[in-house]
C-alpha cells in the first residue's frame, strides 16, 4: 500500500493567495459591477524590456536551425550569462564570484523550496514573522517542522523571530541555537532592509554556531538608499555561512518569464553526524544535475540582455516606475492617517490596520469599501495579524485610483 | 551546526554522464585530430519545428506590450495548452481527462524526480534494471533506500526488477509486495514496450497492492507498430493506480527549450497511518503551487503549436528522421554480428557487447577504435553491465558515419 508523506498532511487546507481569490470570485459574483483594483499578489504589470524582447527573439529563432540549435544545456545554466551576473551584479559591489558558484534556474521560488533538501530533517530552522510562506511550507513538507499549532498561528518545531513594530521590523538574533536561517532583504511583505552592521551580526552569529543563512535577495534592485546592502556577500565571512537567492522575476518582469539563480560559495559547509565538512556547493551541484535541466534556452538568452547597456536602462526605468507607485501609496496612506513601513527600498508597503483590526477583517472592508485588494498579513504569519501589504506593481492609473479610494471611502 | 541530508552521501561520486565526459576528454587531449561522433546521451540535433517557432516568438511578442503581457501564470500550466494536450494525446485513445489532472511542467526530469516526494519515506520502491537513473537517484536523496552495496552495484532496499535477455527485457512483477514502481516504456535504455496485456499485469498488481504506478512515456511518440499502448491511462483501472509522465523533449526537440507534463488523474490515492485515502492529484497540486512557478509562457506558446496541422507533420518527420537512423543503427549493428535490442518503436537501441565485454571496457574500445561515444549500460544498473545504449537522435550523416566505422574498424 503506497504511503503518503504524512509531513503534507500537517499544511492548513487553504493556501494564502487561493483563500484571497476565492473571497475575490464570491464578492464579484455578488458585485458583479465592482471594479475591483489588485494590489495583492506580487505579480508585475510592466512588460519585459524591448531588450529582452528582442535578445529572447534571436534565441528563439537559433532553435529553427541545426547549425545554431540547442539541446540540453548545463542545468547549472550558460556560462554567457552566468559571466554577466557576476560581472554586473557582483563584481561593482567587491563580490567576487567564480562562475561554478552561480546556478542558474527556472525561479527563485523553486530555489528557496528546493535548496532545504540538502539539509539533514534534525536541523532547527529560523524563519521571520511575518515571512514568505514557501520557507515555511517547503521545510513542512521535508518533516522539519512538528504540527500547525492553530493557537498560536506558528508551526512546532520552527524558531520564529518576529518582525514587530517594536524592533523596527527588524529580527533580534535567535535566543536558541539554530542551523538554518531564512532572511529575505529587502523583505517581503515588510517592504524593510538591514543595514551592513546588521547583517554583520546575523554573519557572525552564522559563523560562530556553523548555521547557515538562506538569504532571499529577490527584491535587491528596489534598493534606492545608499549604504543598503544588494548582497549578503558584501559582508565579510559571508562566503563560508551564506547563499544568495536572486531573480528576474521582480528586477525585468520575468515572473511569468522564468529565470533566477543562487549563488552558493564553494566555503559554505554542512556537516554529517561525524563532524565532517562536506560542500553545499557540490550538494546544490549533484541535486541540480540528478533533478532538473536546466532553465529554457531562450529565457537565459532573454535574461543576458538585462545586462545590456540598454537593457539596464530600461530595467532601471521599470524600477523607478513602480517604486514612483509605492511612493504614492506610501505617503497616500500616511496622509490618510495610517501606519505605514517599507515602500522606500522595496516594492512592498506594510501597513497597519486602523483600530488594530484583524488582517482578514481589513481585507474584507477595503475589497467591499474600496475595492482594492491586498494581502492580509496574518497569511504572512502570527505577527502579521494586524497588518496588510500592498504592492507598487500596479500600473501608475490603478495605484493612483486605489490610494484616492482608501482615501475618500475608507 | 547545520547537518547535512545524508541521505545525498549515499550517491557514488561521479555520475554516469560526467564520468563519459571526463573520459571524452581526457581521449580528445591525447588524440586532438579524433573526429568523435557521439551517440551517447539523449539529446536531439533536429531543430524545433517551424511551427514552433512561430508560436513561440508570438509569445515573446505579446510580453512586449502591457495589454498581452503576461505575469504569473497558473502553476499547473495554461489551460489553452492543458486542452490541446488533451484533445490530442488522450482523446484519439479512448482516454478521458479533466484539465485538472494535466500539469504542466519545465521538464519530466523535475516530474520524475519531484513526484516522489509525495510519498511515506517507508514506501518499498521498484525499478526496472537497468533503469534511468533519476528515479533512482531521486528516491536515494529522500532517504527511501539503504546503502549503495558496490559488490552488486545496487542500493540495499530497493527492489530491482531485472530485464534481461531471458526475460526479452521484460520486467516480471515483483516477488515482494512493493508500493512504488517505476516504468518507463517505450524504455530507456532497451528501447522495448510493453503490449496492453503485459501493461495490464501491472495495472491488476497495482491494485491488489494499493502501490502506485510511475509510468514514464517520455518516448510514446516513436512508437511505430499498431497495438502498443501510448499511456498506461489506456489500460483499464489505470486511473486508479498510475501517474504519467510525458516530455516534449524528444516528441518535439524540446530538450533545450523545456516543457513537460504529468498526469495525475483525482482517482489515484496514497494513505496515511490511519488507512486514510489521500488524494494525489491534491497533493501534486499543493507541491506545485508550493515548490513551482510554472513553465516559461513564451514556451507554453510554442508548446501549443506541436498540436498544430503543420506542428504535427513537422514532428512526425522528425521523427521519422530519428527512427531511420534507428534503423540504420539496429540493422547496421545486427549486419556486423551484433546482437540488439530496441530501436523499433523508440530511439534507443540496446546493444550486447561482444565477447561478454564489460560496458566501460566496450566505451573505450569503441571510442578509442571507431571514436564513436555511446552509454556504458552499467551506469543503467547492474543488469545493463555487458551492453551498450546507442541513440538515434544524431544526424543522419553522423549515424551513417558511426556505423561503418564500428563495421570496419571494430
Known amino acids: 500500500m503506497a504511503l503518503v508523506n504524512e509531513n503534507y498532511l500537517k499544511l492548513p487546507g487553504s493556501y494564502l493567495f487561493s483563500e484571497i481569490a476565492r473571497r475575490v470570485n464570491q464578492f464579484k459574483t455578488t458585485n458583479p459591477q465592482a471594479d475591483i483594483i489588485r494590489l495583492g499578489i506580487g505579480d508585475v504589470t510592466r512588460p519585459l524590456p524591448p531588450a529582452v524582447i528582442e535578445a529572447m527573439q534571436k534565441g528563439v529563432e537559433e532553435m529553427r536551425s541545426p547549425e545554431t540549435f540547442r539541446g540540453y544545456g548545463p542545468e547549472q545554466g550558460y556560462q554567457f550569462l552566468i559571466e554577466k551576473i557576476i560581472e554586473n551584479d557582483f563584481v561593482p559591489r567587491g563580490v567576487e564570484l567564480s562562475v561554478d558558484e552561480v546556478f542558474v534556474s527556472d525561479g ?4 528557496t523550496a528546493n535548496f532545504q533538501e540538502l539539509f539533514g530533517v534534525n536541523n532547527i530552522m529560523a524563519v521571520t514573522d511575518p515571512v514568505y510562506p514557501v520557507y515555511v511550507d517547503s521545510n513542512v513538507m521535508a518533516g522539519r517542522t512538528g504540527m500547525f499549532n492553530n493557537d498560536k498561528g506558528q508551526y512546532e518545531g520552527i524558531v520564529y523571530l518576529p518582525c514587530t513594530e517594536e524592533n523596527g521590523m527588524k529580527p533580534s538574533l535567535p535566543e536558541k541555537r539554530v542551523d538554518m ?56 565571512g559571508a562566503r563560508e555561512v551564506a547563499v544568495e537567492f536572486r531573480s528576474f522575476s521582480k528586477t525585468a518582469g520575468f515572473t511569468g ?36 535541466n536546466g532553465a529554457s534556452y531562450p529565457v537565459q538568452a532573454g535574461a543576458v540582455a538585462v545586462f545590456s547597456q540598454e537593457g539596464k536602462l530600461q530595467i532601471k526605468e521599470t524600477i523607478n516606475y513602480y517604486m514612483e507607485n509605492a511612493r504614492i501609496i506610501r505617503e497616500g496612506l500616511q496622509g490618510a492617517g495610517y501606519k505605514v513601513f517599507g515602500g522606500v527600498n522595496a516594492p512592498y508597503i506594510w501597513m497597519k490596520t486602523p483600530n488594530n483590526m484583524g488582517s482578514w477583517e481589513f481585507f474584507d472592508q477595503l475589497m467591499e469599501g474600496a475595492n482594492v485588494v491586498g494581502t492580509p498579513g496574518a497569511g504572512f504569519g502570527a505577527n502579521g495579524e494586524g497588518y496588510f501589504r500592498l504592492t507598487a506593481f500596479g500600473t501608475r492609473e490603478n495605484t493612483l485610483r486605489a490610494i484616492e479610494r482608501i482615501r475618500t471611502r475608507m
Open 108 to 111: 527563485a521560488k523553486s530555489d
Open 181 to 236: 536561517i531564512y532572511l529575505c532583504f529587502p523583505n517581503n511583505p515588510t517592504g524593510m532592509t538591514l543595514s551592513k552592521e546588521e547583517l554583520k551580526l546575523w554573519v557572525e552569529y552564522a559563523r560562530e554556531n556553523r548555521s547557515i543563512l538562506l538569504f532571499d535577495a529577490a527584491y535587491e534592485a528596489y534598493i534606492q538608499e545608499e549604504g543598503v546592502p544588494h548582497s549578503i556577500f558584501e559582508i565579510e
Open 257 to 292: 518569464t522564468r529565470c533566477a539563480y543562487t549563488i552558493v560559495p564553494k566555503e559554505v559547509m554542512v556537516y554529517d553526524s561525524k563532524g565532517k565538512a562536506h560542500s553545499l556547493n557540490q550538494l546544490w551541484l549533484r541535486r541540480q544535475t540528478t533533478k532538473f
